[in-house]
């Protein structure tokens, strides 16, 4: 299996300052189509994740544009821009190259 | 809007079969390669995916290799709904499961409440 590691890039985080997170997959995420299937999902306390991005870069439904996505191969980060209080909790990378799925250990977003 | 609504006990015994159900509302079961996925979480997994299963021209499913002799994940489309069955499970079975869909581009776009299922005698 895929195996992705995160790490908070930036820390501590103040609300209204920027904040990333890194993901390293342990090989390349490009599927032969061509596509990266890599995602990044946020979890609340008591909630069920919610998906952020996809396909590296593309924002979800109803997700801010303060939350961004970039990287290639097997370097990816979430970037957000201005943190908010509503934004605290656990982030998720995940992979779906593989048709077995598999997430990264979770980034926990503290402010 | 998909809406996944989860059922099941939330105790089960060692050794015995753990079955959770995925209502699904929004959406069709059966709409060709979807995918309707189970996925857990516990302290020491952290969140792992356990299967799925699509429609294309015929139901298909796919497993982890860690529990792929203990699964199956099937669809009842009378009720529209997906379900998780895991055999000969141990107290390391116990977790947060979550049923969640994929609508084809495979990343999971919708997801159930959770049901915390715990296996004690």
């Known amino acids: 299996d895929i195996v992705l590691t995160q790490t908070l890039l930036s820390s501590p985080v103040t609300l209204g300052q920027p904040a990333s997170i890194s993901c390293r997959s342990s090989q390349s995420l490009v599927h032969r189509d061509g596509n990266t299937y890599l995602s990044w999902l946020h979890q609340r306390p008591g909630q069920p994740p919610r998906l952020l991005i996809y396909?590296?870069?593309n924002r979800f439904s109803g997700v801010p544009d303060r939350f961004s996505g970039s990287g290639a191969g097997t370097d990816f980060t979430l970037k957000i821009s201005r943190v908010e209080a509503e934004d605290v909790g656990v982030y998720y990378c995940?992979?779906?190259?593989?048709?077995?799925?598999?997430f990264g250990q979770g980034t926990r977003l503290e402010i | 809007q998909v809406q996944l609504q989860q059922s099941g006990p939330g105790l089960v015994k060692p050794s015995q079969t753990l079955s959770l159900t995925c209502a699904i509302s929004g959406d069709s079961v059966s709409r060709k390669y979807a995918g309707w996925n189970w996925i857990r979480q516990s302290p020491s997994r952290g969140l792992e995916w356990l299967g799925r299963t699509y429609y294309t021209s015929k139901w298909c499913n796919e497993y982890a290799v860690s529990v792929k002799s203990r699964i199956t994940v099937d669809a009842d489309t009378s009720k529209n709904q997906f379900s998780l069955h895991l055999n000969s499970v141990t107290p390391d079975d116990t977790a947060l499961y979550y049923c969640?869909?994929?609508?084809?581009?495979?990343?999971?776009?919708?997801w159930g409440q959770g049901i915390l299922v715990t296996v004690s005698s």
């Open positions: 969640a869909r994929d609508g084809g581009d495979w990343h999971p776009d919708s």
């Open positions: 396909g590296i870069s």
């Open positions: 995940m992979q779906s190259t593989q048709s077995t799925w598999t």
